[in-house]
């Protein structure tokens, strides 16, 4: 008989505790202790096996073409080229985005069986789903099952090229006394599904869901286990669906791929910047827009101020897609090298489409908008800001430049506004005029007209 004990585990760094605790000595995040059971009969003593095997690298063989492909494309590319034989990958996101429907979709093209073991839904309303969806694949199959032993039976007995996981949380290995979502459940749980994948070559896709605080629900840990981390993004009142790798150990991560949610599911967008301007109000105060590179692909995307004077002493700095801390420096550079008075005003910021951007060249698109909309005028929709923003109010340079103004004159732009840093970069282009900006005060200048 195993005999077992109550410790406490960080759903963030799994470090252990014999107590609860309310921040973590290890990562220092808060509240992060959950009760856990752990087994504590006598480890079996160390053998060294009699029989090892092992292999010449030439011997290996392993091509790229191995991958199988999912025929969505932007699913494929942020997965690095398709899926990889033997390997797992996370796909992560908050309930209800549509984690399951895209895994659904990803299964309906493929050439391969694929085993969809759903713990959350019933057989037939995954049917319903599908028919949804109008998938008719014939190797399509479907397990409601949510012990482990017996999925990875039904594996062993169906041999898919594909397995997906929906979701880890309801799943639980029988031998272990912890109840399913546990840490240690989904811990043990994926790493079999990792050995089991590797020995057999089938690739795996676990769903997880993320708790409100950005983890993914005790599987934060996951991350080191699995091969490839993906979480699926989009805020609820958008129908655009944002798809990050934030790991990949057979592809980059800096690919996006971005859907649209409808009625008969998730279709991709091929050419985001179109969508991220759709919507765009003609000429309005405080909307610049600006290009951010998302992997190897440029977006074109409206990046939207709004000032008001602050009634209180302290004023609100709020803002969505982009860092709060980033804005509030880029407001100091604009009130000390522009001259353009927001201390004492209230910034609303946003980035347009519910785009999340880390990237510096949006800098000075943020500080002209906030300009724009401070001294109430507007910026020609036909021109394209670009540039990081230094503390100096110097233009900085930034990548990927000739990219950037490829698709922005793809798109019918006339004007660009770009760090004279970057002018070495360029060949001049016939449509797209563009202007060299050195600092701040000058790109207001071309942009808004003297601040006077
Ligand atoms: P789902 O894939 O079930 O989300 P998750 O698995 O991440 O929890 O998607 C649920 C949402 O997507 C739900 O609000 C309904 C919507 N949806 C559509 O709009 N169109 C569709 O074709 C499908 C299948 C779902
Ligand atoms: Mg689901």
Redesign the pocket.
Known sequence: MSKSKIKYICSNCAYESVRWLGKCPECDSWNSFTEELIETGRRKSFKVPQKVSFHKITEITATEEDRIKTGITEFDRVLGGGLMPGSVVLLG????????????QASANIKNKVLYVTG??SEKQIKL?SS??KITSDEFYVLAETELGQIIASINNLDPAVVII??IQTMYRSELENSPGTITQIRECTSLLMEEAKKKNYSVII?G?VTKEGMIAGPKLLEHIVDTVIQ?EGE?NH?FRILRAQKNRFGSTNEIGVFE??????REVTNPSELFLSEREKQTPGSVITSSMEGTRPILLEVQALVTPSNYGYPQRVSTGFDQRRLSILLAVLEKRANIRVSSANVFLNMAGGLRIQEPAVDLAVCISTAASLLNRVVDNQTVVIGEVGLGGEIRSVGNIEKRIQEAEKLGFTRAIIPSGNEKGIKSSGKLKIAFVENLSQAVELTIGRNT
């Open positions: 996101g908050d309930p209800g985005i549509g984690k399951s429907t895209l895994a659904m959350e839904e789903r949804r969806l929906d979701s769903i869901h699926f609820s129908s949610m409808h009625e008969v599911g998730l």
